[in-house]
């Protein structure tokens, strides 16, 4: 992009600020803040905390947005606040996600009250850093607060996204002016999509395995503005921030960008990340939830079973370079070996190493710590009626922010997705039978049921009409079959074609739909209205309200903020802390010394995650003896490294020393992500 086009990108972000559409009608409780007020509110904020905060710019976005940290220390106690471990705080990774900012504004706001009232977290900021980034893609953000309102993922870089030589130059248009970017159908003859039939405003993919055929085209609202015979086949913008991040990039996705970290903001914040080394522990408000759901979003399964050891490889551990062998085995021979070093040593360490591919799964050191935390975690969810998180928890994705955290920076990253929409309430009949309660049954109570029922599943499930109730109810009696195994049989049998509507399977936006009807009383959905479209003829206009699935409620977001910061809390007192437990000094001879010192993490994390040294990212405990005068060292290093120390361990250290008695010992202890320690010891 040249210099020139900037200003006038930044007259119209502030133009599209200016224009704050109001919020959706079933919401209108909802306050979310935009880029804009973000920023007055970061100014006020470090305005009146002026001890323990300081606001500045890691960058700007495409569109010339400042990206604004607020970092939150004591500045007055030593060492200063980037010598000390940091937590940092990012929300607005993935650009339609804003109640992330709302939470990390009120984590900020939080922590800068408790100080001074506080005292465990007086002496936190005493101790520790913590830095908050609450808008990563200012442009994606402001998109809520623009008009038409469309659902925004990318920045504002300019992508040609059909290859046609011009750039951003068919994007939506509000065709029926009710200031929402929704979609058309239209019938058409090649079309793939079917009006569903269990919910007529749902559209679905027609499936031809079930002899279905697709009868409708779907587009998001708008013109063939250049007249190609696509329809929005090239809009504004833009990279995704949340997948263009180096771990597990996606090459050739235009939305990833061309390369990883091509982008001003993932830049900027990476250089703050590798200028800020004390960072210790990530907390992540986006779509991801770590928590609830560790696995990697996307991920592609190594690809073959069996591998060949590259012959270099292959000598060096007595394997044969022509034989192909399981990730399993080559783990087993590489753990016998004793190769690694005190790594933990597993399939996916191997494929990274025979270059089959970047990790993907957590280590399992650190996964157990994970599942620790997550007992607790839920458990907080459920009490405030936030357990159907997990069913849609989605993992790291390709690309994105906590996936580098975790496998490329190598540091905890706790990933919050805050709120979703909400299950339908199913009304649970208790009488009523499902494929689940049948394989739990017995055949008396099978039997019980009675034929009424039996046949009323059997049509729900669209069995076929030879698989009849009275024909089961002879077979459970004579002892042919078990519930259970019918249960099986069940699962395995094609459902008959046409069996009816209730046969079919759940539309996936069945459920936003529910909430729509339910909760917003229609105020997520616009029902489908006729449009004459000057290109496509007549169509249908209507669809879901953008951010439906991103702007909860007041009520609902309240409950879920408080919870998450209050827990993100609780994890930054985790941090690891090194202290020196007990020291002794033993007399050996005439001005000869033994000092043992007995280092403890009283954390309760460990001082580095096995990825981190996995990732030659994380930094070894050093423990330094100083001596003064006379004293020499006569046996040990004057700098002792100590890789790291898990939850509440404790090693033990020595020295010998030739010291005066009566004099002292200085001895530190420092790492970049652990407080330092100093003290003196006395000779006697
Ligand atoms: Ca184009
Ligand atoms: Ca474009
Ligand atoms: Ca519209
Ligand atoms: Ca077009």
């Given amino acids: 992009m040249s210099r020139l086009k900037i200003p006038l990108l930044l007259v119209m972000t502030g133009f599209l600020i200016l224009m704050a559409t109001p919020l959706l009608a079933g919401q209108a409780e909802t306050k979310f803040n935009s880029p804009a007020e973000v920023v007055a509110g970061l100014k006020s904020l470090a305005g009146k905390y002026p001890e323990i905060c300081r606001l500045s710019t890691i960058g700007k976005s495409y569109g010339g947005q400042d990206i604004q940290v607020l970092e939150i220390a004591a500045r007055k106690t030593k060492p200063g606040p980037e010598a000390r471990p940091a937590v940092l705080v990012v929300a607005n990774s993935e650009g339609v996600h804003l109640p992330g900012t709302e939470a990390a504004l009120r984590l900020a706001e939080d922590l800068l009250t408790a100080y001074g009232q506080d005292k465990a977290w007086t002496d936190f900021l005493n101790r520790n850093t913590v830095y908050v980034i609450p808008v990563l893609n200012p442009e994606a953000a402001g998109a809520y607060f623009s008009k038409p309102l469309q659902e925004r993922t990318f920045n504002s870089r300019p992508v040609d996204e059909d290859n046609d030589g011009l750039v951003d130059e068919d994007g939506p248009e509000d065709l029926n002016g009710d200031g929402l970017i929704t979609m058309m159908r239209v019938k058409s003859p090649e079309g793939r999509w079917i009006i569903d039939p269990r919910e007529p405003r749902l559209m679905r993919l027609a499936d031809p395995k079930k002899g279905e055929k697709g009868e409708y085209q779907v587009y998001t609202e708008g013109l063939d503005n250049d007249g190609d015979g696509q329809i929005n086949e090239d809009g504004p913008g833009g990279v995704e921030l949340n997948r263009n991040f180096p771990h597990d990039f996606e090459y050739f996705q235009k939305r990833a960008g061309l390369y990883p970290v091509s982008e001003p903001e993932t830049e900027a914040l990476l250089r703050f990340i590798f200028d800020h080394n004390n960072i210790a522990m990530v907390i992540n408000f986006s779509t991801e939830n770590n928590l609830l759901n560790m696995q990697q979003t996307g991920q592609a399964r190594v690809g073959a079973d069996r591998v060949r050891v590259p012959r270099q490889f292959a000598g060096f551990l007595g394997l044969d370079p022509d034989t192909e062998y399981t990730l399993k085995e080559i783990v087993d021979v590489l753990k016998s070996s004793g190769f690694g070093g005190g790594m933990e040593i597993d399939e996916s360490l191997v494929a990274t190493f025979l270059g089959l591919g970047p990790a993907m799964n957590l280590d399992r050191s650190d996964q157990a710590i994970y599942e620790e935390l997550q007992k607790d975690y839920k458990g907080g969810l459920k009490e405030i009626g936030l357990d159907y998180l997990e069913k849609r928890a989605r993992g790291v994705g390709k690309g994105s922010f906590p996936a580098f955290c975790y496998y490329q920076y190598g ?248 010291a005066k008695k009566g004099s002292s010992l200085g001895l530190r202890v420092w790492s970049n992500r652990v407080s330092p320690v100093e003290t003196m010891v006395k000779v006697d």
């Fill in 411 to 658: 540091v905890p990253v706790f990933s919050f997705d805050l709120w979703q929409v909400p299950e339908p309430k199913k009304e649970e009949k208790k009488d009523e039978l499902t494929a689940d309660r049948l394989k739990s049954m017995s055949s008396e109570e099978f039997l019980a049921l009675g034929e009424e029922k039996i046949a009323a599943f059997l049509k729900e499930r669209g069995a076929p009409p030879n698989f009849n109730a009275a024909m089961l109810i002879k077979m459970v009696q004579s002892g042919q079959v078990t519930p259970a195994r019918m249960a099986e049989m069940m699962e395995k049998m094609p459902r008959a074609a046409g069996a009816g509507v209730a046969g079919a399977e759940e539309n996936p936006e069945a459920y936003l739909l529910a909430y729509s009807d339910n909760v917003l009383k229609g105020a997520g959905f616009v029902n489908w209205k006729p449009f004459k479209h000057p290109d496509l003829g007549q169509v249908e206009i209507g669809g879901f309200v953008p951010f439906l699935k991103y702007t909860p409620p007041a009520d609902q977001l309240q409950a879920t903020i408080k919870y998450h910061v209050q827990y993100s809390r609780k994890l930054m007192m985790k941090l690891p802390s090194v202290s020196i437990k007990e020291t002794k000094v033993e007399k050996l001879g005439t001005d000869l010394y033994r000092l043992t010192v007995f280092l403890q993490n009283e954390g309760l994390l460990p001082t580095s995650f096995a990825q981190g040294r996995r990732a030659l990212t994380s930094y070894p405990i050093r423990v330094s003896l100083k001596l003064e005068g006379k004293q020499k060292l006569f046996a040990g290093r004057p700098v002792e490294q100590v890789p790291f120390l898990q939850a509440g361990e404790v090693r033990k250290l020595e020295w010998t020393v030739q």
